[in-house]
């Protein structure tokens, strides 16, 4: 029933004196008409808050933005400009952060199958190292350093045996993962006198992730410890404890901030000696509350005594999590920020799907109607990045606000771009 709450919202939203939305000193109804709908719109200001709250916490340069939250070339340049590293789990993601000029050296390469092809390209453009994920891995590696006759500095991935969501932390029974070597079976250690054996291959460190929109960082905090304890004996230099800071996605949800997490990192890194490099991956805590998706609605329909549907102009294409994980969202008008929102209704979006669900149970103003404008806020993170051409959709226009200036980072794409990949 209550309007949408403005913490939902990137940083520099406003209500304007006249009660429309602007982000970056942009109305978001003039954004849309402008660039058109499903129109995703980020606040650049929002994600330099983040970053530079981030490496506050940690220090710019032991903070690697995971690009898969969502990556660009201008995004890119923006988290290098702002002292950041980036996590490149693809050639492909590799290839966009060296093309906006970001130097190899502050890009570090992830992925649990990487092919000779990647493993080459990131050794000979030099990436600061690379995260080894398995035992087959480590032997084409060894191989690929030794065709290019190259030193490459690589971390282990350790599966830890904890889960983020779980309480039992020191049980290492749950290592049912695709990711890394586990350390409850010995892998682990097996991995590292393999690497210390190796004349090419120099281990650094160690790297886990354990899990993805934590909210509970004290879950984190007692994972780390299984990690550190783990880790110390060893000597090495270099420990990565991942990304997974969570996000409110909606108004029931409250996330902790970058410095209550940087609190709990270094709480639970405390007893490692001093020179130790701890590095953390954000995505999601960067970028999801960076930017909302505005839609236009299509269609109403109601059906008595079972429920109305909403639907607009994009849907399962520009957003598969709520599909994907049952993720849930808000949606408001960008034109009535503020007005109440009592009418429950069915978001959806115009794929060919019933499952071509945007939000499950959403409340919207009693204004809405065909052509308004609708958004849903906190998709800034695996929204774009996770986007299809699902039925031929064309993946929408990504635009990018400050200082009542608005650029596209990513232009809409036509229906000749459908024809792009055809032969001759
Ligand atoms: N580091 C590693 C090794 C990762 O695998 C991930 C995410 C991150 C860092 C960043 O995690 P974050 O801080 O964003 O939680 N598509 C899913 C999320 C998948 C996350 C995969 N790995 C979603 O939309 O919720």
């Known amino acids: 029933m209550d309007p949408i709450e403005l913490r939902l919202l990137p940083d520099t939203a406003l209500i304007e004196p006249a009660g429309e939305l602007s982000i970056g000193g942009c109305l978001v109804s003039s954004l849309a008409a402008q660039f058109g709908t ?40 923006l988290v290098h400009e ?3 590293m980036l996590d490149v789990a693809t050639g492909g993601e590799l290839f966009v952060a060296l093309s906006a000029g ?8 992830h992925g649990n199958n990487k092919s000779s092809d990647e493993l080459h390209y990131a050794i000979r453009e030099g990436v600061h190292h690379i995260v080894v994920d398995s035992f087959d891995e480590l032997e084409r590696l060894e191989h690929v350093a030794g065709f290019l006759g190259a030193q490459v500095s690589v971390q282990i991935r350790v599966t830890p045996g904890v889960h ?42 160690l790297h886990f992730h354990i899990g993805s929109n934590v909210l509970d960082i004290e879950h984190l905090g007692k994972a780390i410890d299984v990690m550190v304890s783990f880790f110390a004996p060893l000597g ?23 410095e209550q997490w940087g609190t709990v990192v270094r709480r639970a890194t405390a007893s490692l000696p001093k020179d130790v490099v701890v590095r953390v991956e954000p995505g999601r805590a960067i970028v999801a509350s960076s ?45 009535l920020p503020s007005a109440l929102r009592p009418r429950n209704v069915r ?78």
């Not at 970001?102 to 390469?109: D, E, M």
């Open 164 to 205: 983020a969501h779980t309480h039992e932390f020191v049980s290492t029974g749950q290592d049912d993962s695709k990711f890394g070597f586990n350390m409850g079976n010995g892998d682990a250690m097996r991995a590292v006198e393999t690497l210390r054996r190796s004349s090419r291959l120099n281990l650094i460190g």
């Open 291 to 335: 930017a909302i998706t505005v839609y236009t609605v299509g269609t109403q329909k109601d059906i008595p005594g079972v429920r109305s549907y909403v639907a607009v102009d994009g849907g399962m294409s520009d957003n598969p999590r709520p599909m994907m994980y049952g993720s849930g969202y808000e949606a408001f008008m960008p034109t």
């Open 82 to 84: 702002e002292g950041l």
């Open 347 to 424: 978001v959806v979006g115009k794929h060919c799907e019933s499952g071509d669900i945007v939000i499950e149970e959403a409340q919207v103003p009693a204004e809405l109607e065909v052509g308004s404008l609708l958004a849903t806020p906190v998709t800034g993170a695996y929204g774009y990045s996770m986007a299809s051409n699902y039925n031929m959709v064309t993946k929408p226009a990504v635009v990018f606000v400050k200082d009542g200036q608005a650029r596209v980072v990513r232009r809409r794409e036509t229906y000749e771009d459908l024809l792009t990949l055809n032969p001759n």
């Open 236 to 258: 090495l230099s270099d420990l990565t404890v991942g990304g997974g800071l969570g996000v409110a996605y909606v108004a029931s949800e409250h996330a902790p901030t970058m």
């Open 38 to 77: 499903p129109l995703f719109i980020y606040d650049e200001q929002h994600i330099r808050n983040r970053c530079r709250e981030a490496g506050e916490s940690f220090g710019a340069g032991n903070v690697v933005y995971a690009t898969k939250a969502f990556l660009c070339t201008e995004m890119a340049k």
């Open 102 to 109: 970001v130097p190899a050296n502050r890009c570090v390469l």
